[in-house]
Every structure is written in C-alpha cells, then in structure tokens.
C-alpha cells in the first residue's frame, strides 16, 4: 500500500540528536583540549555536581559506563560489610542484561523476578515469594524509562531490612507524582550516559547518585583503582572514570533534559490518540511524570510479519529484547527457569521511533503506517 506521506523515518538519528550542540561542543571541546587536564578534571567535578543537583541527591559520581555504576554500587556495599559475596539480588526478569551482569560482576547471586505484564516492571507482588535468608538487595530497572513502583518496592525492603539499587539507566529524569526524581528514590542509583539514552554523551559514560556518604566516598576511590589520595591505595579498585571531555557534552546537554523529555511525552501522547489498530497494544502508562519514553514499545503477536511490514514501509524499529536474559547462553545457569512473562514480552515487544528531533511529518508517517497494517 503506498502511503501519501512516504518519508522515510530512521528509529533513531544521533546525529540530528547532537546537531543543535555543534557549535557549543566546538567551543567546549576547544576548552577541554586548551586546558592541558584530561582525566577527573574541573568538568567532570561540575557535572557531577550538576546531575546530583537535578536528580536531588548529595552526592554523584562520575564512572566509565552505566554497568560499572551497577557493578561499583554492589561491590562498595560489600566493601562496607553491608552485604557480603554470594547473596541474593532480586532483579526483573526481563531487564537488559547489563543489570544482572553487575549482580555477578559483584559476585552476588541474581534472582530473576517476573515483571508486570502491563508495566514491563519488576512486580512487587512476587518479590517476596523469591526472596530468601540470603536475599539482600532488591534491583529494580525503570525499564524503557518508566519508574518502577518504587513506593511498592521500599516498603518491602523496609520490612525485612534490604538495601534498594535502581537502575536507572534509561530513566534520567523521570519523576515520581509528588516530583522526586529517579535518581533519588532509594539507597543508590545507576546511570549511563550511552549516546541513545534521554542524556546521552559521545562515547560511554556513567554515573551513581546517592545520599549515603560513605558508599560515595568508597565508590569515588573504587572507581579510580582503589585510591583515597594520589599513590596511596587501600582497597582494590578498578580504572572506570568518567571522561573529561564526555562531562563537558554532558553539562551542555543536561540543560535541556527536562525538554526534551517533555517532547518525548509529547510524542507518547499523538501515538497513544492516534495509533487505533487491535493488532497493536500501546504501552500502560502509570502516569505521565512517572515515563520518559525512552523508547516506545508497542506489543504484537505476529511480530515477525511486522516488522517485514515495517522494513517494506521503512520505519525504522528496534527489538528491546529479542532474546530474555534466562535464554542468553552466557546466563546457562537460569535455562531452567519457567518465566511465561518475561518469555511473552520477549516475544512481543517493538519499540518504534520516538526522539524529541523527529519531525511532524515522521511522527504522523508512524501513525499512518501502523494505522494501515
Ligand atoms: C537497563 C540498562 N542497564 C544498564 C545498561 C548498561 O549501560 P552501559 O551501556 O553504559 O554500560 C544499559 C545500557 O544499555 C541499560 O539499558
């Protein structure tokens, strides 16, 4: 069928992402190169101190990636004796496998929960069912950029005394209804800053956001090879910093988060009154501060015959995930597991186009495409 509209609509163009920023990244790049000081320099104290202040925390460090954020995290509580190796994480079922790969970078045992259908989140009503003498941490993902029911989650925690890590690597800047921010919400928050996310750098980068001072002040040295000051190393650390250069795109591209998060919700909401199509189930929204649409991901049962559909039509798509951690050959150990959930979502979930530089005419192509399947 031959649209009138015919565009092309990429899922996702980085370069039309960092466009509007070329000039200030020229000046800032020049800044950085002129200053001579490239490693845990004065940007990335500033945007350390710039993204503790917008998530409202006291403290945020700076690390190389979103998966050592997770990994740090885990390893500075086992430093502090507040957990020790071998206990159990509860984790979402059908999270990104970074977030389990950090439960064993850690050395900790990941204990893999079914989400909720509808929120593609970490169920608390099951949580208490898998949880043991050894459990310790629960580690809920804001999956897709939605938060998870943290409030659900504390409560349980509270009551038999575990620690709550988030990751939060696709939900910079959602916001509970009352206005707390992801990245404040429990004991210590993951982040990454990989080019496609909400606050994405030029390369990799991370960050942990917390309250606690003497998790910060362990994560700070951990992450610099175990140091406290120059030369003098008192436990074993590994080399995952923050990059210099990527904190300074950062700091400019922090400035419009909260708008182009606002767009993204923008462009959530033309798909949700417009797509009608009984073939296609939309994404539950549980409200609409709580979701930053990092990506929009739709349900379909013939998904295969679909995303054909979508190549013919060229609409760009991506499978957020095609195959549910417990089936990763390199997770063998949880193959046995019967997870119906996460194997369903798995099977039909496609998340189609949404970032804030699409144009009007792409975003109503999307909606006229899957209209007309
Ligand atoms: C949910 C989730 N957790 C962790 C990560 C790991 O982040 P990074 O790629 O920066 O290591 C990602 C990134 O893809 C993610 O989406």
């Not at 565009?7 to 002129?34: C, G, H, I, Q």
């Not at 949404?354 to 999307?366: G, K």
């Amino acid at each position: 069928m031959q649209h009138k509209n015919k565009v092309k609509v990429p899922f996702l163009d980085l370069k039309r992402v960092n466009a509007p920023y070329k000039e200030m990244f020229k000046k800032s790049f020049e800044r950085f190169l002129d200053s001579g000081w490239y490693i845990k320099g004065s940007a990335v104290t500033a945007f350390e101190k710039a993204f503790a202040n917008y998530c409202g925390t006291s403290y945020c460090i700076g690390v190389g990636n979103g998966l050592d954020a997770l990994t740090l995290i885990l390893k500075a509580y086992v430093a502090l004796g507040r957990i020790k190796e071998g206990d159990e994480v509860i984790v979402a079922a059908n999270t990104y496998i970074a977030t389990i790969l950090a439960v064993k970078q850690a050395n900790l045992t990941p204990v893999l929960v079914e989400p909720d259908a509808a929120s593609f989140n970490l169920d608390p009503q099951r949580i208490e069912a898998q949880c043991s003498t050894h459990t310790k941490v629960i580690l809920p993902t804001h999956l897709y950029g939605q938060l998870a029911d943290m409030e659900a989650i504390s409560a349980i925690a509270k009551k038999r005394g575990l620690l709550v890590i988030a990751d939060a690597a696709q939900a910079h800047g959602a916001m509970t209804t009352s206005g707390a921010r992801a990245g404040s919400l429990c004991d210590a928050v993951g982040f990454s800053f990989y080019p496609t996310k909400n606050l994405g750098a030029l390369g990799d980068g991370g960050a942990v956001t917390t309250n606690d001072s003497a998790l910060a002040a362990i994560i700070r040295s951990m992450a610099n090879y175990g140091s406290t000051s120059k030369y003098v190393n008192d436990i074993i650390g590994v080399n995952s910093r923050l990059d210099e250069v990527q904190a300074y795109f950062l700091l400019e591209k922090l400035k419009d988060l909260d708008k182009n998060n606002d767009r993204r919700r923008a462009i959530a909401k033309q798909y949700f009154n417009k797509i009608e199509n009984e073939k296609i189930k939309k994404p539950h929204v549980k409200s609409w501060e709580n979701h930053i649409f990092h990506v929009f991901v739709i349900q379909i049962t013939n998904r295969d015959e679909f995303c054909l559909y979508l190549d013919q039509e060229e609409i760009g798509y991506l499978i957020h995930y095609p195959i549910p951690p417990h089936h990763q050959k390199a997770l063998i150990e949880f193959k046995d597991l019967e997870l119906p959930i996460t194997e369903k979502i798995h099977s039909e979930v496609i998340s189609i186009p949404l970032y804030p530089e699409m144009t009007i005419n792409e975003i109503e192509r999307v909606i006229e495409v899957l209209n007309a399947y």
